[in-house]
T-cell receptor
């Protein structure tokens, strides 16, 4: 069983479209994250949710809206996609830091044309 | 979260030990030292973490300097599968609030057969 799963793995879309990436974890963790890895391979946190509540919201355009219907799911919705949104998006979860570890999904590669 | 400094790249031969250094001279007393790695086309993967004492697990060992201003990740016998980017990250204990992993550039480890 995959601990943190993301769908879709690949997403190709046109500028201006709206798209969503889904994330589910079956580890019973309270905290989930979205990270973005750009073409230069820098990994940067976007959002953190703890028990369905937003904890961290880094400087991310408000076109990006995370939604957590329950603590096992954290979805990422992106409106009005731009070329610069092309990246790999990783979902992660943890039972608690700093003493615990983060579990990452395999990533969702978004390409905006 | 305090900053870390790692070499951009390192090379190793298969089945030899690898010592990956990390400097964190501004570490605070409550910062944990975490190591993650990212294999090509995969999400980051937890390797090991520690606070003050050296740590061992099935993947690696973590040697922490007495003053905690540096640490070394030790892979005892490198395999081709260990070729990855290794990230050294400091994570503070915020007493209940959820910190986030701040990824630097990491060290790209190449393993030669």
């Amino acid at each position: 069983d995959t601990a943190v799963s993301q769908t879709p793995k690949y997403l190709v879309t046109q500028m201006g479209n709206d798209k969503s990436i889904k994330c589910e974890q079956n580890l019973g963790h309270d905290t989930m994250y979205w990270y973005k890895q750009d073409s230069k391979k820098f990994l940067k946190i976007m959002f953190s949710y703890n028990n369905k509540e937003l904890i961290i919201n880094e400087t991310v355009p408000n076109r990006f809206s995370p939604k957590s219907p329950d603590k096992a799911h954290l979805n990422l919705h992106i409106n009005s996609l731009e070329l610069g949104d092309s990246a790999v998006y990783f979902c992660a979860s943890t039972g608690g830091v700093p003493t615990g570890e983060l579990f990452f999904g395999e990533g969702s590669r978004l390409t905006v044309l | 979260d305090a900053k870390t400094t790692q070499p951009n790249s390192m090379e190793s031969n298969e089945e030899e030990p690898v010592h990956l250094p990390c400097n964190h001279s501004t570490i605070s007393g409550t910062d944990y030292i975490h190591w993650y790695r990212q294999l090509p086309s995969q999400g980051p993967e937890y390797v090991i973490h520690g606070l003050t004492s050296n740590v061992n697990n099935r993947m690696a060992s973590l040697a922490i300097a007495e003053d905690r201003k540096s640490s070394t990740l030790i892979l005892h016998r490198a395999t081709l599968r260990d070729a990855a980017v290794y990230y050294c990250i400091l994570l503070g204990n915020y007493g209940g609030s959820q910190g986030n992993l701040i990824f630097g550039k990491g060290t790209k480890l190449s393993v030669k057969p």
